[in-house]
């Protein structure tokens, strides 16, 4: 795979009318419309200046501006609330990864609880990036485990596994889009132009581990409940037709923060960091204790690793 960016291949690359002839030498064109057809009522809500708003990578900074006031007033028109929507870029010299340590991890589900607020996810789906999966002691077999279990937790005999994206350094979902609307950026982390997605799902697909969303409907937050600092790139409210996904919390991460995720950790299971600060914790993580990719065997290259106490 290549690791070069909708912007590497040369600004004014990706246009809409370049966009449908991808979608359509990569499925024929009879599959392609099929493909379309579902999307077809997401279409009537897209303002002008939506439709005609360049590649966030083709954008210079006035019109990056002009596009997130636009976005701000948008959101206090459609939701009632004031927000301010920033674009935090990545710091030179970082690249983030994560490593959650299986041994304590009681399947509490705090982490996809601050994930569902941080990231301003719809109310009625209780949606969230993270997953977290009641398995049998000995066991990874995802299809005998549960992401929906209702009893107390830990429970005797099982161990709990949360999934999110894993920031691949090989992403599949980046590989098979086909208006390069989504990306990995300097620091490892995998984004998405909302305003930019056709909503094939195509990426949704290609994820191994099932870390993307598709907004089926416009998301129901009350205005009391937004998280009003929010990023282009990250957990503004994305809308409806488009897929969406976790990125590390992009909008705290790059300013210093730790993940929400993190923070809500009761156990401390959860570590974060730059991966080429040989003093981080990341790093004494990944050096000293026993690490678990998933899903290694097909060569991704993931920022997320699973690690257990001697």
């Known amino acids: 795979m290549s690791d070069t960016t909708p912007e590497e291949h040369g600004r004014g690359a990706v246009t809409r009318r370049t966009a449908v002839k991808a979608g359509t030498a990569l499925l024929g064109a009879g599959a392609f419309a099929r493909a379309m057809a579902p999307l077809t009522s997401f279409t009537k809500d897209i303002t002008i200046d939506e439709f005609l708003q360049k590649h ?4 210079d900074d006035a019109h990056l501006q002009k596009v997130l006031r636009r976005l701000e007033k948008e959101t206090k028109d459609e939701y009632g609330a004031d927000v301010q929507i920033s674009d935090v870029r990545p710091t030179p010299g970082v690249q983030f990864g994560y490593a959650l340590n299986l041994s304590v991890c009681t399947g509490c589900r705090r982490c996809a609880d601050a994930c569902h607020h941080e990231n301003n996810h719809d109310r009625r789906t209780n949606n969230s990036y993270i997953r977290v999966f009641e398995l049998s002691n000995g066991s990874l077999d995802f ?3 549960s992401v929906d279990y ?12 949360p999934v999110q994206c894993h920031q691949c350094d090989e992403p599949p979902c980046v590989d098979v889009c086909p208006v390069q609307a989504t990306w ?3 620091d490892g982390i995998v984004v998405v132009d909302y305003n930019w997605c056709i909503g094939c799902r195509y990426c949704e697909a290609a994820c191994p581990y099932h870390a993307r969303r598709f907004n089926w409907t416009k998301p129901e937050i009350p205005a009391e409940e937004i998280n009003t600092e929010q990023s282009y790139l990250s957990n503004r409210i994305r809308p409806q037709g488009v897929v969406e ?3 590390f919390c992009l909008h705290r991460t790059r300013k210093g923060r730790l993940p929400a995720c993190l923070e809500a950790c009761p156990t401390g299971a959860r570590v974060f960091g730059n991966l080429l600060d040989p003093n981080s914790e990341i790093r004494r993580v990944l050096e000293t204790k026993r690490v678990y990719v998933l899903k ?4 991704l290259k993931p920022r997320f690793f699973y690690f257990f106490d001697e």
């Open 296 to 299: 290694e065997e097909l060569g």
């Open 56 to 59: 966030y990578l083709e954008l």
């Open 150 to 161: 209702d009893h107390t937790v830990p429970q005797p005999g099982k161990f709990y596994m």
């Open 245 to 247: 996904k976790c990125t």
């Open 184 to 186: 990995k950026e300097a």
């Open 143 to 145: 299809s005998e485990g």
